[in-house]
């Protein structure tokens, strides 16, 4: 029997799985042509400079570039290439380092010196562009446990719901990227999608295994579960307050008749994907009063729902993902073949 409520949001499941993850870093082959640019382009100023002597402490510009961007790999290879280039220079072109009184050993001293302080300065450099980065990975993984941890607890209150905050995940993270949000957007959205269901802790557990229809007074309280939501998270500050306009608005509807009467384009755009993938998975799913609908039918209820409950955009989207669903997906999200 149905709440006279969206049963769309109330699910019952198992297994939980993985969840994405990272965007890959750069090729090797790109970062070192990277490097070698702007090497070269350095060099190609250098010889129209008058004072090439002087224009040598310009090198340390790629050097430094390299160390912050890529590590001391990158920065001793832009050193490298820098020397290898001035010291061919120096042997072919000896006048563009020469002073009055200058010797060929004295020149090729300093030519030495400045290297060395070159390549010493793109390793150590480096190096702590390494450790900036091992402390940045460290605190990615922490956020990322903290973010799963959160999505568990409410197992403890709605058996299986971190399940389907699993695959909701995964789905909105697969629209995100369709839809041609940038990495940062696309994480947001996965882990506010993760979230998403959080407040039902603050929901009580008569109200959530309710068979029966919801009185008024208890679907009012069920609707408070992404203010609570948002109450429990807040206090953590950082990127966690950029997912909570995301969670605070997945119930609203395009048409204006959502929790909070957000309409159209002033619903984030993350809070109306998470609210095709969130509904497409709770119609997929069994639960005590109604079987789950196949795949194909629960397609047919987004679509059919397009410019009302849904943005049509992201419902398009949504239909051009659907035929490879199940795909390299790390959960699965009962497409057409699940």
Known sequence: MSHGFPTWHRVTEKKPTGISRMAPSLAFGKELVVIFLLVAITAIIFFFVSNQRAFLNFFYLPVLLGAYFFGKRYATLA??????????????????????GHRDLERWLDIGTWGGFLLVTGYLMGMMYEKKEAARRDIHRTYSGILEMLSQMIDSVDRGTYSHSCR??????????GMGCD??????????????DLGKIGVKREVLTKIGELSSAEREH???????????LKPLGGRVSDLLPLILGHHEKYDGN????????DIPLGARIIAVADVYDALTSDRPYRTALHPREAKSE????AGTHFDPRVVKVFESIFPNLDEGSPVPLRGVHG
Do not use: D
Request: avoid cysteine.
């Open 79 to 100: 050193a490298l290439f820098s020397i290898i280039l001035i010291s061919v220079v120096a042997y072919f072109h000896p006048a563009s380092f020469s002073f009055a």
């Open 168 to 177: 909701v995940s995964v789905l909105s993270e697969r629209i995100a990227r």
């Open 183 to 196: 990495e940062q957007q696309t994480e947001n959205i996965r882990a506010a999608a993760l979230l998403h």
């Open 222 to 232: 069920l609707k408070g579960h992404t203010s609570h939501a948002v109450g429990l």
């Open 258 to 265: 959502g929790y909070h009467s957000l309409m159209g384009e």
């Open 302 to 305: 987004i679509v059919s729902n």
